[in-house]
């Protein structure tokens, strides 16, 4: 159990354009939602807290206008890059954290973006 | 500024050596520990956490990890690594915020 699925897996589109990613949690209610931004051979940065029917908590120096986040349901968020640049382009994952323990992050598989 | 750092960037070892990858946190209220691990084309998966308790936990795969409170530290062991054990190993914590908070990672490779 606790599987977390992200869609797409890779995307390629046009600087100006906006893309979205979904992140579903498959087999677990989940009302917290995170979203991280990995580079190359870097660690994960968390970009923000996405919580179910609220608005998601950004880190600080992330773009909130930028990178849109909505929480729709207990198995659903989506992270949308808004007028894409080439230096958006990165690994976007999120993760999820079961509701009935709280105690541990599950992962995603992952979106890579490239925006040409 | 809450912070986790890993001192090895990069470790070689050969198969059956032994393992021992440093992390350290700086956060000055209760913290839960982890160490992640990501397979070459895979996600991240959890190898063991801490939550409380006995300070030396073992996880999946023969890795431990021992907490140092007076040391804000949580060292990844292994006695024995294997080259299927070639990985990104990321250490990470998470505050009373539930927010996490992940180290630079350190590779590893395991020459057979």
């Known amino acids: 159990g606790a599987v977390v699925s992200q869609h797409p897996s890779w995307v390629i589109c046009k600087s100006g354009t906006s893309v979205k990613i979904e992140c579903r949690s498959l087999d677990f209610q989940a009302t917290t939602m995170f979203w991280y931004r990995q580079f190359p051979k870097q660690s994960l940065m968390l970009m923000a807290t996405?919580?179910?029917?609220?608005?998601?908590?950004?880190e600080q120096g992330v773009e909130k206008d930028k990178f849109l986040i909505n929480h729709a349901s207990l198995t659903l968020s989506t992270l949308t890059v808004t007028s894409a640049h080439p230096e958006d382009s990165s690994f976007y994952i999120c993760s999820a954290i079961r509701d009935r323990d709280r105690d541990e992050q599950y992962f995603g598989p992952g979106t890579r973006l490239t925006v040409t | 500024a809450q912070s986790v750092s890993q001192h090895n960037h990069h470790v070689i070892l050969s198969e059956a050596a032994s393992l021992e990858l440093g992390c350290n946190y700086s956060?000055?209220?209760?913290?839960?520990l982890f160490w992640y691990v990501q397979y070459p084309g895979q996600h991240l998966q959890l190898l063991l956490k801490?939550?409380?308790?006995?300070?030396l936990v073992k996880g999946i795969k023969g890795f431990e990890a021992e907490f140092i409170k007076s040391k804000f530290s949580f060292n990844l062991r292994k006695p024995s690594v294997q080259w299927s054990d070639t990985a990104e190993y990321f250490c990470a914590f998470s505050n009373t915020g539930n927010q996490f908070y992940f180290g630079t990672g350190t590779s590893l490779t395991v020459i057979p």
């Open positions: 996405s919580n179910e029917g609220s608005k998601a908590t950004y």
């Open positions: 956060y000055g209220g209760t913290v839960n």
């Open positions: 801490y939550f409380s308790g006995d300070p």
